[in-house]
């Protein structure tokens, strides 16, 4: 009997777990209307504030969060500085950069450095949101104009490479159409009635075979080789 509510209230506690986030901003006002949207969702938690890039690195050390929301423009160490050593020294800490200055350079600059997710502070409350639970999925966020320009940098400065001979399978095909559309892991899984973890293996060959290392770069290769269109 005793064993029974021990493993009841195990159901319980991991069903109250939430997510971890650190928010890394010397903003007052941005950090205060964050606090506020956060407050208002039942499973996400703020844990932490850093106002500089050291700061931050130090706490995401001694706090473990689980994302890091990042303002790419900080006192000392960079946002992209500090998301390259995140993303190598805490695999499981996801970046969500966060930021008013919007550039091709920066964004894609960003992403290559590790980032999962960019949201511009002149956002609404529901893509933060958005953007979190998506990449606690292992997924990139990116919508909009931010896919528009990772797209269109993307094709700039792999254009002028020559495409990769390996081909693709029909189920791999699929698969990277399905990518394309923005359809998640499981929402795959059940589409093609088979295990999420056969669908990661396709995605991860399709990468070797490709030589790719981002779904960005996925996306932008499907639509430059008509496999896709937009």
């Known amino acids: 009997m005793e064993k029974t509510r021990d493993i009841s209230h195990s159901k319980s506690n991991k069903q109250l777990d939430k997510i971890k986030v650190l928010v890394v ?24 504030v850093a106002g500089d890039g050291d700061e931050a690195y130090q706490k995401v050390h001694d706090l473990k969060p689980d994302v890091v929301i990042l303002d790419v423009i900080l006192p000392g160490m960079t946002g992209i500085e500090l998301t390259r050593k995140i993303v190598s020294e805490f695999p499981n800490t996801r970046v969500v950069l966060h930021s008013s200055s919007v550039s091709e350079d920066m964004i894609v600059t960003g992403f290559e450095a590790g980032a999962m997710a960019y949201v511009p502070k002149n956002f609404k409350p529901g893509q933060l949101i958005e953007a979190i639970h998506t990449v606690m999925k292992g997924e990139h966020y990116s919508k909009g104009f931010v896919s528009e320009i990772l797209i269109e940098n993307f094709l700039k400065t792999k254009g002028s490479k020559e495409a990769q001979n390996s081909r693709l399978t029909d189920r791999e095909t699929e698969i990277l159409q399905a990518i394309t559309k923005g359809m998640t892991n499981q929402q795959l899984a059940d589409n093609l009635h088979i295990s999420v973890r056969t669908v990661e293996a396709h995605k991860s060959n399709i990468m070797k075979k490709l030589k790719i290392s981002s779904t960005a770069e996925l996306v932008v290769y499907a639509i430059k080789h008509k496999i896709v269109k937009i």
């Open 25 to 48: 901003d010397d903003h007052d006002l941005i950090v205060l209307a964050t606090r506020q949207i956060f407050s208002k969702i039942p499973d996400i938690k703020m844990i932490g």
